[in-house]
């Protein structure tokens, strides 16, 4: 499309200016026809091509001159069709909005009606584009921020080589048990009768004569009952002897009749 | 450095090793239990890094997610030549999508749209949620559930905020009861305004025709 | 910082922002042709910034490939503790072999081997003793004489028992896997808020019964 082509259908749309057709092109129209196209494809929106329109004439928002402005959104978004821009049904919305707003202006104000309740039919349009216009403006106000990447960067410091400590891993005890329990599941059930409940406080009192005793010298046999585990525990202690001498791991030695036992862990040598 | 180490320059080489920001507590958190100094004086130590490089090329900024030293907004021009990637560019549609969850969070899609003007875009919501800018924080309670979306500590750590409250305020909205009466008056005021004429002028052409066939 | 940046300013901002060492020779070609200063007015940037540094927790120190800023090496018991990664997790036989040892004690690595069916790794041996978990309480007086090995009271302490009495009977560990498992995929069908509450059922009911079933 030339610009000449341009002129033409524009002048066809009849772009009013206060009542009179506008003789030429609004200056901002005058751009290339392949800039247009860019240039059009720019609006984000009908409340957008309305904010460049008031904008571009430096009208006051809340005094929209309602003819002027249909007049002038009608012949871009009859640019826009003509030159096949995907065209928002949003656009064709705000036109009929637009021509309603118009309408309703155009009736008589009814002396009759309370002035008071009566509602500029623009005002829900002014209050839209006012509130689009806040945040255009918020969203420059956002890329004006300083942001990771284009202004600022984040800094990460090399480091010298330390000898890094190991962390020990976490065992967790239901782990550990569900781990047992597959172990257990291997092995033939049957000879799960070897590792009784019952002997538990016999094997942990096999562990606690091992530890007291030693191989190299006796330990007095009544120093290894803790009067603090009660009877239960003296008994439990003394079968843990009994075990531990079955088992061979440990010897008892008595001077005499009624002498003091001493017990000592056999040599391992 | 002394054999007895100051917290602060403790808290400066954490800050600065860190690929993340810290918050106190973490910074704390990283000191042996024996010697692990309280809240306020980790918060002391941050105030004397935050005077020691207030004039300096890097410095020590509260982010959302916790405290970080980053290069002095200035430097851009330099440093982002490091890179050959040129620094990403955000469009209107984006940013004003993100301005808008951002200023009026939590928002469903359909009350950003009813702001712009035209339908959320797609893409830009799934590429803010991929960014982990904004996330759904709930749905509101009316027929369809649409999903209500908010800004994370992400987003703002990226824009350099430490809260909501560090964006910069919204123009302001002038009153409209009050425009709409002033308005009212004026019309009353005037007998044949201008506009009436153009008014009722423009009402007589082809424009009033096509926008009755649209509607 | 003012609008005529020094030179010192923007080498710091560029070899903090870096992620790899800097030449003089690098760093001037960040500089825009027109305003790019000469290898001299670098190195006396480079210099003032290492004056500046000196006694911070980082500095700024030269490589055989240029030029960077690192953390100070005295920080290093606070700074490693950054990136202390999730520990490494042990190996099944690990912990099978060490929950024998706790049913079993004192066992032998025969006895274990027996158990479990398959031999014992010597290292999983090694690093429970490293880790002062198990200890050799003995030896058995058989041919070879092999250690006898028990738990230590730090295993104790670890998992929280006053003593091994606190470990669960076996006739209830035998059917753990089973509802562990069952509760896993029970956990992995429930959705978000009612997985909680479904948990706790589960975890109430169907194991017990299973247990009681087994026992």
């Known amino acids: ?269 | 450095m002394s054999e007895d180490i100051a917290i602060y320059h403790i808290v400066e080489g954490i800050l600065f090793a860190a690929d993340r920001p810290l918050t106190v507590k973490q910074l704390s958190e990283l000191f042996d239990e024996g010697g692990r100094p309280d809240t306020k004086e980790i918060q002391a130590a941050i105030e004397q890094l935050q005077y020691d490089y207030k004039d300096r090329g890097v410095q020590c900024v509260k982010l959302a997610s916790g405290y970080v030293f980053r290069v002095h907004e200035d430097l851009g021009p330099w440093v982002s030549k490091l890179w050959d990637e040129k620094p990403a560019k955000y469009s209107r549609a984006f940013l004003e999508t993100l301005s808008i969850i951002a200023y009026r969070q939590p928002i469903t899609r359909g009350e950003i749209e009813a702001i712009r003007g035209v339908a959320v875009n797609t893409q830009i919501v799934k590429t803010l949620i991929e960014r982990n800018w904004i996330r759904v924080v709930g749905h509101k309670d009316v027929p369809g559930k649409p999903a209500l979306l908010a800004t994370t500590k992400d987003f703002l750590d990226y824009f350099n905020l430490s809260s909501l409250e560090g964006l910069p305020p919204l123009s302001e909205i002038k009153d409209l009861d009050e425009a709409a009466a002033q308005l009212e008056q004026e019309a009353a005021i005037e007998e044949q305004t201008q506009s009436e004429i153009t008014l009722t002028a423009v009402s007589d052409e082809e424009p009033t025709d096509q926008l009755d066939a649209a509607s």
């Open chain 1, 1 to 269: 499309m030339t610009e000449q082509a341009l002129q033409d259908e524009l002048v066809d749309f009849q772009v009013l200016v206060k009542g009179q057709p506008l003789a030429e092109l609004p200056k901002d129209l005058y751009i290339p026809p392949d800039a247009l196209e860019v240039f059009l494809e720019t609006f984000h929106g009908p409340l957008d091509l309305l904010l460049y329109l008031i904008r571009k004439h430096n009208i006051d928002i809340l005094d929209i001159p309602i003819a002027e402005i249909t007049n002038q959104y009608i012949a871009y978004v009859e640019m826009m069709k003509d030159m096949q821009l995907e065209l928002a049904a949003e656009y064709l919305v705000m036109a009929a909005t637009l021509a309603e707003i118009k309408s309703r202006m155009l009736l008589p104000r009814s002396s009759e009606s309370d002035d008071e309740d009566e509602i500029d039919p623009r005002a829900e349009l002014i209050r839209r584009l006012q509130l689009y216009e806040q945040f255009k403006q918020a969203a420059l106000d956002l890329d004006d921020l300083p942001r990771v990447g284009r202004d600022t960067f984040d800094v990460v410091s090399g480091t010298p080589d330390w000898e890094k400590e190991k962390p020990l891993p976490d065992v967790d005890f239901q782990e550990m048990l569900l781990a047992l329990s597959q172990a257990l599941k291997r092995v033939d059930m049957t000879e799960s009768h070897l590792i009784e409940r019952e002997e538990l406080t016999v094997r942990e009192a096999m562990a606690y004569v091992l530890d007291a005793i030693k191989v190299d010298d006796f330990t007095d046999f009544s120093k290894l009952f803790r009067p603090e585990t009660g009877r239960a525990g003296v008994i439990v202690t003394f079968l843990a002897l009994l075990e531990l001498l079955r088992e061979q791991m440990i010897e008892l030695v008595q001077a005499g009749p009624f002498a003091p036992i001493h017990v000592r862990a056999i040599s391992d040598e």
